[in-house]
């Protein structure tokens, strides 16, 4: 058997922090970045007697994510407790939600060669996070700052087929939450982080191979990595006769390779009970509908309104509704302006190279990008220097009209400027001419970049190719001596 002779089986659960300015069951702030052990107190340290409260708050943005992602939330929903021992985890439990989550039966459209797919999202629970843990010196330190911050864990149901399908689906997730407000989003703090489930098994086989997991991937990159190499691995220990282990595993970014951090013979067994210090969660119908009111327009919807209003392609549609403010500075460059696929095309190709990405934010006003797009669709500027005034205009503002004006960059549109323009070129370059003459076609682009360098880059290149075209096939090479 080969690899193309296999198929994996990924499912993913994406722990998300929710936007709230305190933790689930204190008043602690849960800012980040802040000296260890100054975001804490008897609840979130979990000292005995210690009683919580749930934040609301929390509660809220967990609806409006199940909501944002098609799922069914429960009118009623309890908490429960997750035993286990570790350092990071002071109460020797964690409150999370196991047998009825907030939410289920969720959905998330993914694009694929083949076209859009919808994955499953089995179920959506709230929960705190634990403590984090630093390893240094020989010495482990605990900083209790993350203890309680609010989770919602969203589990996928088993139906990506590769790390470039996990990937896509992780960037949807993400870009769909951090519109909503529900998550900052920020992979790099923890704000998003991914257990991976892999297995894999002969192609049309209807049975599931031995899965391994591989805990806490923090970057689209490296879950696409982890998986293919994951599932590389799997597949060559069945090719040699070898048997999958059920075991969990980590990312080593340096070599690329899963490795593994501990076998596990069977489900861990958490003595799961009902939470006694909190009461059920309640939520009566019309507060699910007024959290699904507040909830904006969603990323996959907004792209295809742009592709409609403003002509766009449906892929370049989708990269800027991956990002919100990128798409409301489009939409404010486009409204004012009567080119937006160009302005479109400006932004994608060009600007976004200069744009801060996190959050976005671009040193060019929409107003300027937009006047740019007018002065490249209504003929004035030809699009190399449109490119060039935008990139100056990155390094400061200036009116584009006014200086395409003074400076005299209006594009070159009169025939006999560019036959002359072309002539002096062909004189001034026997060799390419002789070149093209002798079926070098690559000459061709060579005297046009000519042509255009001694026009400053004003010749309209439509025009110019055409006319070059003309005058070398009446040409005469002068012999050499
Ligand atoms: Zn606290």
Redesign the pocket.
Known sequence: MKLSDFEAVIGLEVHVELKTAT?IF?S?PTDFGAEPNTR??P??MGLPGAMPTLNRRAVELAVMAGLALHGTVLPLCRTDRKQYFYPDLPKAYQISQAGVPICRNGYLTIATPDGDRDIGITRIHIEEDAAKLIHADGRTLVDYNRS?VPLIEIVSEPQLRSGKEAADYLRNLRSILVSCGITDGKMQEGSLRCDVNVSVRPLGSAKLGVRTEIKNLNSFAFTEKAIEYEVRRQCELICRGEAVRMETRRYDAASGKTVLMRTKERAEDYRFMTEPDLPPIFLSEEEIETLGNALPELPEARAARLSKTYGLPEGDARILCEDALLADYFESAADVCAYPRLAANLLLSELLRYCESEPFSSPVSARRLSVLAELMGEGTVNSSTAKKLLLRLCEGDFDPRETVEREGLAQILDTELLTRAIMETLAENPRAVADYKNGKTAAMRSLQGRVMARTAGRAEPVLTEHLLKQILEEYEVEPHV
């Open positions: 933790k204190c602690c804490c107190c609840i979130c309680g």
